[in-house]
């Protein structure tokens, strides 16, 4: 072996490595830790960050300091969310895959229609009840917890 290579600059091979990892094109701060995110895509979506800041203990100055969240910007290659402070960011990539913040009624009823459950049906698969479904079918906020289990079921119902 000579130790050398080459490349064929006229081939037509392409490598492909999956889809183009997001980019953030612009982000605004609101209340309740959650943030308004713009993707270069076109997509926008407001996530809660409450839950992921609660996590660990780096993000302990983000929790108790409005100030400091409010200072939130994206870093300069559009891959992430930054904060003043040593390692207070969140990747694109990882606010993409998070689930938008609301979850109105209006989505509950359009979840049951897809999933063709009825209330008896919706109240077993997120084991609750029927009254409950029934409300939360009609004006009744839905928790936290109900609106990601019924994500589940969407993103988990046989084609």
């Given at each position: 072996?000579?130790?050398?290579?080459?490349?064929?600059?006229?081939?037509?091979?392409?490598?492909?490595?999956?889809?183009?990892?997001?980019?953030?094109?612009?982000?605004?701060?609101?209340?309740?830790?959650?943030?308004?995110?713009?993707?270069?895509?076109?997509?926008e979506?407001?996530?809660?960050?409450?839950?992921?800041?609660?996590s660990?203990?780096?993000f302990?100055?983000?929790?108790?300091d409005?100030?400091?969240?409010?200072?939130?910007?994206?870093s300069?290659?559009?891959?992430?969310?930054?904060?003043?402070?040593?390692d207070?960011?969140?990747s694109?990539?990882?606010?993409?895959?998070?689930?938008?913040?609301?979850?109105?009624?209006?989505?509950?009823?359009?979840?049951?229609?897809?999933l063709?459950?009825?209330?008896?049906?919706?109240?077993?698969?997120?084991?609750?009840?029927?009254?409950?479904?029934?409300?939360?079918r009609?004006?009744?906020?839905?928790?936290?917890?109900?609106?990601?289990?019924?994500?589940?079921?969407?993103?988990?119902?046989?084609a």
């Amino acid at each position: 072996m000579s130790g050398t290579a080459s490349i064929d600059a006229d081939a037509d091979d392409f490598i492909s490595v999956g889809s183009p990892l997001p980019q953030i094109s612009w982000a605004k701060p609101l209340d309740g830790r959650q943030v308004h995110v713009h993707f270069t895509s076109g997509e926008e979506k407001i996530v809660d960050l409450a839950p992921a800041l609660a996590s660990r203990r780096i993000f302990i100055p983000l929790r108790s300091d409005d100030a400091l969240f409010r200072r939130l910007t994206v870093s300069a290659f559009g891959d992430a969310l930054e904060w003043p402070g040593p390692d207070l960011e969140f990747s694109a990539e990882w606010l993409e895959a998070l689930p938008p913040a609301g979850f109105t009624n209006q989505d509950f009823r359009d979840a049951m229609d897809r999933l063709g459950l009825s209330l008896d049906g919706m109240a077993a698969a997120l084991e609750i009840s029927r009254r409950l479904v029934a409300d939360y079918r009609k004006a009744k906020p839905i928790p936290r917890h109900i609106a990601l289990a019924t994500r589940y079921l969407l993103d988990h119902a046989p084609a």
